[in-house]
């Protein structure tokens, strides 16, 4: 297939689907990865798609998230570390908060799969629909409007759902963690209700891997000073050690 075909197919599958993965392009094209690699380059250069590790995606006008579709698909190595590093600080019999993240996700199958008896308060709907099968698992659900690029329920109903509950233990993620400008998200409505299960919980905890110390996002969730305990997958620089000791900010590194 000669590259602008391969371009116009690119093209039509994110017109249709939103997202797409280098995997699935080079079996449906009949090429190497590394050919859809360099077409994803060229239009990401000309402006019509932006790329990720792993796929491309539309960005929304209003909502810069990544796709869950593609989110699900990349880094879960560290993901799974996170998660596996995370269940540590869970006891039976818990509440806790989690929130619409793939990390937060690995958390619950943890969950599941060790059957321990918690109760989950989440607005994330893959957590639910995890949460349905599960044994000994009481599920919370916020409700709201359905943001499908997270699979999550956001907005004023979710909110004011959400800070009506008050849980031992708040596992959040973000789009970005900056040292200046604190925790940052894509999206002011995802951004809002971490906020409150930042607020809500006892002890709170930021799951975040390596690619989240980056630039800020274009919506603040709160100051650094508010985060009580970082899980992520790898020793961080000097700077950044040394502000978050600071702040009284307790970093845990899961390995594996």
């Keep these: 297939m000669l590259k602008v075909d391969r371009h116009k197919f690119i093209q039509e599958q994110l017109q249709e689907k ?32 932006k790329r990720v590790r792993g796929g491309a995606y539309l960005p929304q006008e209003f909502d810069k998230e990544v796709p869950i ?13 996170i998660a596996k590093k995370a269940m540590e600080f869970i006891s039976p019999n818990d ?18 799969e060790a059957r321990i008896k918690v109760t989950i308060i989440t607005n994330s709907l893959k957590i639910s629909q995890l949460a349905e099968t599960a044994t000994g698992i009481k599920l919370v659900c916020t ?9 999550s329920f956001v907005g004023y109903s979710a909110t004011d759902s959400l800070s009506q509950y008050f849980a031992d233990k708040a596992f959040v993620s973000c789009s970005t963690l900056c040292l200046k400008q604190g925790m940052t998200d894509n999206s002011s409505r995802e951004g809002a209700l971490r906020k409150i299960m930042l607020e809500n919980a006892q002890e709170n905890y930021l799951i ?13 969730i709160a ?33 594996e």
Aim: no cysteine; proline share 2%.
């Design 223 to 255: 100051d650094l000073a508010e985060v009580e305990t970082i899980i992520t997958d790898k020793p961080l620089n000097k700077l950044t050690t040394t502000t978050l000791s600071n702040q009284n900010i307790k970093v845990v590194i899961a390995t």
């Design 18 to 49: 939103g997202s797409i993965m280098v995997s699935a392009l080079s079996f449906e094209l009949n090429v190497t990865e590394e050919t859809i690699r360099r077409d994803l380059e060229e239009l990401e250069q000309q402006e019509k798609l």
């Design 95 to 112: 509440t806790i908060m989690l929130d619409s993240s793939t990390t937060a996700y690995h958390i619950a199958l943890k969950i599941k």
């Design 208 to 220: 975040v891997d390596y690619t989240k110390f980056d630039a800020p996002s274009l919506y603040k």
């Design 69 to 81: 579709q593609i989110r699900e698909n990349i880094y879960t190595t560290e993901k799974e570390l």
């Design 143 to 151: 409700g709201g409007v359905l943001r499908q690029s997270s699979n």
